[in-house]
Nanobody
Framework: QVQLVESGGGLVQAGGSLRLSCAAS????????MGWFRQAPGKEREYLAA????????WYADSVKGRFTISRDKAKNMVYLQMNSLKPEDTAVYYC????????????WGQGTQVTVSS
């Protein structure tokens, strides 16, 4: 069974940086797409970024392009989200997710980590 465990959230001032980590286990992820999402209070879950496990090809939502960077460490089975130039509107619970590359829905989710950006 796939397990995803996020860490690295916390409180940061506007303009600061955080790096979120996602520990992935339970499968060989070579055929998987890994993604980061967030959900702010009262809002729908928002896609942020994705990366193919094998080749490291990345995609970003326009809202975070140029500020956030997704990466993975295959040897450690880790996925990261480096977040720079944080804004108060980035405050949300951040989730790591996984899906098979040829499927459309992410069907494995972590428990989430809270990121709070103060102004």
């Amino acid at each position: 069974q796939v397990q995803l465990v996020e860490s690295g959230g916390g409180l940061v001032q506007a303009g600061g940086s955080l790096r979120l980590s996602c520990a992935a286990s339970g499968r060989t992820f070579s055929s998987y797409m890994m993604g980061w999402f967030r959900q702010a209070p009262g809002k729908e879950r928002e896609y942020l970024a994705a990366i193919t496990w094998s080749a490291g090809i990345t995609w970003y939502a326009d809202s975070v392009k140029g500020r956030f960077t997704i990466s993975r460490d295959k040897a450690k089975n880790m996925v990261y989200l480096q977040m720079n130039s944080l804004k108060p509107e980035d405050t949300a619970v951040y989730y790591c997710a996984a899906r098979l590359a040829d499927e459309s829905r992410y069907n494995y989710w972590g428990q989430g980590t809270q990121v709070t950006v103060s102004s």
